[in-house]
């Protein structure tokens, strides 16, 4: 059998666990890596591998309010180092989504920003960020700094893994991992994230009903709320935005420029 985190090139063999512990050993700061846990299989992999690297970090845990319980429980359980360092939201979910008056969407993620990417300022971040996770990963660099905060920055000492190359590691070096990946979970993440695309969506609803009735009763004080400040909505009721964002309404497109469902401007989210 391939092994995948060894390569044969030009220069010869080219040991990828080798290279991500000498990247974490090389950047290392006086005061530790902020390692960014999320519970996923990458995050999984840098954890064992700030270990294994022998450098000083503290892990964090990013609470969405959104995670599947499993995801949550396993966290516990497994990496309670992580559970420890826990940051948890001023605000939830629910409680976001009535307050930007307008759903998480695609294109406005305002959820990743309140919830997921609020910790570590000042720090240097270690994250299992990977070019093949997606195509608006693909450019980014092993080292970088955090555009809205200039004095945090972040590492990606798997940038260059492949999907074959996280679950060769998991299973070598026996690294615990969610079993809602054998389920068949390619991913793991808030529960109904539109970022996976409505047939997710869908499925996430179906085996987290209790979710998406929260989500609609959130739309629900999200329109009441838009009324009360003086916004424009053409949706009624709450299940109504809910039908539209899980794609079974197309009556309106989202676009670049605006949200013309809700009347508001992209930047307006922010408000």
């Known amino acids: 059998m391939k092994r995948m985190l060894k390569e044969q090139t030009l220069f010869g063999e080219v040991d990828k666990v080798k290279i991500a512990l000498r990247r974490l050993r090389l950047h290392q700061p006086p005061e530790g890596y902020y390692v960014a846990f999320s519970g996923g299989k990458d995050s999984c992999v840098v954890l064992d591998l700030c270990k294994r690297a022998g450098v000083k970090y503290d892990a964090h845990y990013n609470v969405t309010t959104v995670d599947p319980p499993e995801l949550v429980q396993f966290i516990r359980r497994e990496y309670p180092e992580a559970w420890a360092g826990r940051n948890v939201p001023e605000k939830a979910m629910w409680q976001l989504i009535p ?86 979970k390619k991913r793991l993440g808030c529960i109904m994230c539109p970022y996976q695309g409505t047939k997710g969506m869908r499925r996430d609803a179906e085996r987290w009903p209790q979710y998406a009735k929260a989500y609609e009763a959130a739309f629900q004080r999200m329109i009441d709320k838009r009324r009360a400040d003086g916004y424009p909505t053409q949706w009624e009721t709450g299940a109504e935005v809910m039908r539209w964002w899980m794609g079974e309404d197309n009556r309106i497109q989202e676009n670049d420029d605006q949200i013309t469902l809700f009347g508001l401007r992209m930047d307006e989210s922010s408000v």
Not at 109 to 133: D, I, N, S
Not at 155 to 169: G, K, L, M, N
């Open 99 to 184: 307050e930007k008056r307008m759903p998480p969407t695609r294109m406005v993620r305002y959820c990743c920003q309140v919830l997921k990417e609020g910790g570590g300022k000042g720090r240097f971040v270690v994250t299992g960020v990977r070019h093949a996770e997606s195509t608006r990963r693909a450019n980014r660099k092993i080292v970088e700094t955090c555009n809205q905060h200039r004095n945090k920055q972040y590492i990606h000492p798997i940038i260059d893994w492949s999907d074959a190359d996280v679950w060769e590691y998991i299973h070598t070096y026996n690294v615990p991992y969610c079993s809602l990946y054998d389920e068949g």
